[in-house]
């Protein structure tokens, strides 16, 4: 279909279409469900036929008692199988959530990218956009001051400790401070 939408009565019409296949559909999964379960009562049911004599009868029962605890085996069987596999889906899913915990998400290492990197990035490589966010910004001059100017010049500091050390050193403190 193009752009074109659909008439509401075409809507309308096209969902009361689907909804009676469904139904169809429906009814006759409901009937071969039927036809099976008869299937299946056939051969594994055999008619019933009453026992006349009390040894029939006996006889009838064995045969009853055999085939019930063949079936109780068989559920007995089921039933474990059925709850080792809950076990067995409990067991992995504590082992998830161990393993869920264990492993920490690495912190993301900080990227430096431009402006420019950015868009380029976001938008691709088709478009060129330039974005200088310095273009617009006042330039301003530092001044420097004296009083810094003069503590960056007292030089060496070792020379000094060297000139102060020894004999020489303390005749040149007490020449300094007379």
């Not at 008869?38 to 009390?54: A, L």
């Not at 076990?87 to 869920?100: A, P, Q, T, Y």
């Not at 915990?101 to 691709?124: I, N």
Request: hydrophobic share 35%.
């Amino acid at each position: 279909m193009s752009d074109k939408r659909l008439s509401s009565s075409k809507k309308h019409s096209l969902k009361s279409m689907m909804l009676q296949v469904a139904k169809d559909l429906l009814e006759a999964e409901a009937v071969e469900k039927k036809e099976e379960r008869k299937r299946y009562m056939e051969e594994h049911c055999p008619e019933f036929s009453c026992p006349n004599s009390k040894q029939e009868l006996e006889e009838f029962c064995r045969e009853l008692h055999e085939k019930i605890e063949v079936i109780d085996e068989e559920r007995y069987v089921l039933e474990h199988k059925a709850t080792m596999v809950v076990n067995e889906v409990k067991d992995l899913n504590i082992k998830i959530v161990d393993l869920k915990g264990k492993f920490k998400k690495p912190p993301l290492k900080k990227v430096r990218m431009s402006a420019d990197a950015m868009l380029q990035a976001l938008l691709g490589s088709k478009h060129k956009v330039s974005m200088d966010l310095r273009a617009n910004l006042k330039q301003v001059k530092k001044e420097v001051k004296e009083e810094n100017k003069d503590l960056r010049d007292v030089g060496d500091w070792r020379k000094n400790i060297e000139d102060k050390t020894g004999m020489g050193g303390r005749k040149k403190m007490f020449e300094s401070e007379a």
